[in-house]
């Protein structure tokens, strides 16, 4: 396999953390703690199974940090005392047997709270929005109270490293409470913690400080983001990329993810969402930050993969580079999304002459939006999909994409 996909298997060192390859289990619930929050059996089973199978970093479900206010599931994983690190021990133990390495994320849920288990509180968030549509309104929570809780996240670092993990993550996404902080739809606060991009990144910036003063300087901290929310009112790729600016400084990898409950369909993605249809979102925060970060969603086709982490290139990059090589037209296969908060980008790549085209395959996602610009081209490519996909995916040469251009020219012509 490593001779296939030589740069998915390709170690990698973040500090003195050595990770064997560049596959990432991302957190993702289980319910198999047990009521109490405790590790089960089941539990450790099923994440040795992955470090068996060679996964480099076993990152563990989202573990709650103040039970009751901080939790979101009937058999979520807690973190909030030194009661569950015994089992914690055991769980990482297991990981490291068959040479993962193991982390674990921390999280408040805030307004997404599980309300059968508040006993009668009342959820918490930065001002009174539900975090989904038809959840109970939360109250806002005060400034020493953000203050606690910031402790609180501190804590449960500590003792995630006393259980043996080699690393945490702060979940800043998902519309969990960092999040109702980050984003302008749940926001509305008036103080230091909401308004400008400084004031609402306020609270997870502390997390980080209090975190990284905790587990020392060697630790590696991933930060999980939602890069764009994909929902009206909410953080653009753009907001996003001006917020990470207050919270990277101590963060060694950002967790670049995607939406938030009211539009989950991009969160946990839909099958027919192509593969690294996410990627331009990591690529932008790595540009700007020059940090790892992993990119997560769909991604079933490993050679996909291995080009994502060879090439680092978007796939504007791609078409500015084409057309500097000579290429007769520049056309980009719509292979990632073209959402109404990333159309603006092509927008502009058009006006800019970077961009020619944009054609449709049947691997792309229409939007009502993106069926209105006039650069885009929507064809039955059944017969040149492959070319696309091999030619501006796998192979960035003019050569490799001269022929398929050509092969378009005349469909394009028909469209004038």
């Known amino acids: 396999m490593s001779k296939h996909f030589p740069h998915i298997f390709e170690p990698f060192t973040v500090k003195r953390t ?89 999280n408040h849920a805030g307004a997404s709270a599980y309300p059968e288990r508040l006993g009668g509180l009342q959820s918490v968030s930065s001002s009174s929005v539900p975090s989904k549509e038809g959840n109970p309104a939360p109250r806002p929570l005060t400034k020493q109270e953000i203050l606690n809780i910031v402790q609180k996240y501190a804590d449960a670092a500590e003792r995630a490293i006393g259980a043996g993990f080699d690393m945490v993550e702060i979940h800043g996404g998902h519309s969990y409470l960092l999040d109702q902080f980050l984003s302008p739809l749940y926001n509305k606060r008036t103080d230091e913690f909401g308004g400008s991009y400084e004031n609402r990144a306020r609270f997870a910036r502390l997390v980080v400080e209090a975190v990284r003063a905790r587990v020392g300087k060697w630790v590696p901290i991933s930060f999980r983001v939602s890069a764009d929310e994909f929902i009206e009112g909410g953080n653009t790729l753009e907001d996003t990329l001006q917020l990470l600016e207050y919270i990277v400084p101590e963060v060694d990898i950002i967790n670049v993810s995607a939406a938030v409950n009211d539009s989950i369909q991009y969160q946990i993605d839909k099958c027919d969402l192509p593969d690294a249809w996410r990627a331009y979102l990591s690529e932008s925060v790595k540009k700007k930050f020059g940090k790892p970060v992993i990119l997560s969603g769909n991604i079933r086709n490993p050679q996909i993969a291995d080009d994502i982490i060879a090439s680092g290139e978007s796939m ?30 092509f927008d502009q790549a058009v006006a800019e002459g970077k961009l020619t085209y944009v054609v449709g395959t049947n691997l792309t996602y229409r939007t009502p939006e993106l069926l209105t610009r006039d650069w885009y081209v929507d064809v039955d490519v059944s017969k040149y999909a492959a070319y696309f996909v091999v030619a501006l995916n796998h192979d960035m040469s003019v050569s490799s994409i001269i022929d398929p251009l050509k092969k378009i020219e005349a469909l394009l012509a028909k469209r004038a």
């Open 316 to 345: 504007l990059e791609v078409a500015s580079n084409l057309k500097e090589r000579g290429a007769a037209r520049i056309i980009a296969n719509a292979t990632f999304p073209l959402f109404t908060s990333g159309l603006a980008k």
């Open 18 to 106: 050595t990770f064997r390859n560049r596959v990432v289990m991302p957190p993702m619930g289980s319910n198999y703690a047990t009521y109490s929050g405790e590790v089960s059996e089941e539990m450790k089973d099923y994440y040795g199974l992955r470090a068996r199978g060679g996964t480099a970093l076993i990152t563990v479900e989202n573990a709650c940090i103040d039970f009751p206010l901080a939790t979101n599931g009937t058999k979520q994983l807690r973190i909030d005392g030194k009661q569950f690190m015994p089992g914690l021990f055991e769980l990482t133990e297991r990981i490291h047997k068959y040479g993962a390495l193991a982390s674990i994320q921390l």
